[in-house]
Nanobody, 126 residues
Framework: QVQLQESGPGLVKPSQTLFLACTVS??????????WAWIRQPPGKGLEWMGV???????YYSPSLKSRTSIARDTSKNQFTLQLLSVTPEDTAVYYC??????????????????WGQGAQVTVSS
């Protein structure tokens, strides 16, 4: 059984950097032949695809977030991570990590990805 678990701060101040980690268990980790994504859902809005890292380490980002987003992996910890620079209150959302068997650069429903973390609430506020 594959499990993904997000971890990170629940509260971040404006202009700071948000850092989240996703720990993968029950699988070969972020080097297995899958695509590992970060997706968020702002309050009252739909799912927003942020970016993905492939099993080769290649990364793909949403054009609207590309200048502020970095996704990496730590194979020693079976983790992949998200770094979001210069956050604003508009970055307040539930942040999810998820796995897909193929490269997807949009998300319209949770069924687009086969495994999800439970989600981490992140609030940006001073």
């Amino acid at each position: 059984q594959v499990q993904l678990q997000e971890s990170g701060p629940g509260l971040v101040k404006p202009s700071q950097t948000l850092f989240l980690a996703c720990t993968v268990s029950g699988a070969s980790g972020p080097t297995a032949f899958y695509y590992w994504a970060w997706i968020r859902q702002p309050p009252g809005k739909g799912l927003e695809w942020m970016g993905v890292i492939s099993y080769t380490g290649s990364t793909y980002y949403s054009p609207s977030l590309k200048s502020r987003t970095s996704i990496a992996r730590d194979t020693s910890k079976n983790q992949f991570t998200l770094q979001l620079l210069s956050v604003t209150p508009e970055d307040t959302a539930v942040y999810y990590c998820a796995r897909a068997g193929s490269l997807r650069t949009v998300v319209t429903a949770k069924s687009d990805y086969d495994y999800w973390g439970q989600g981490a609430q992140v609030t940006v506020s001073s």
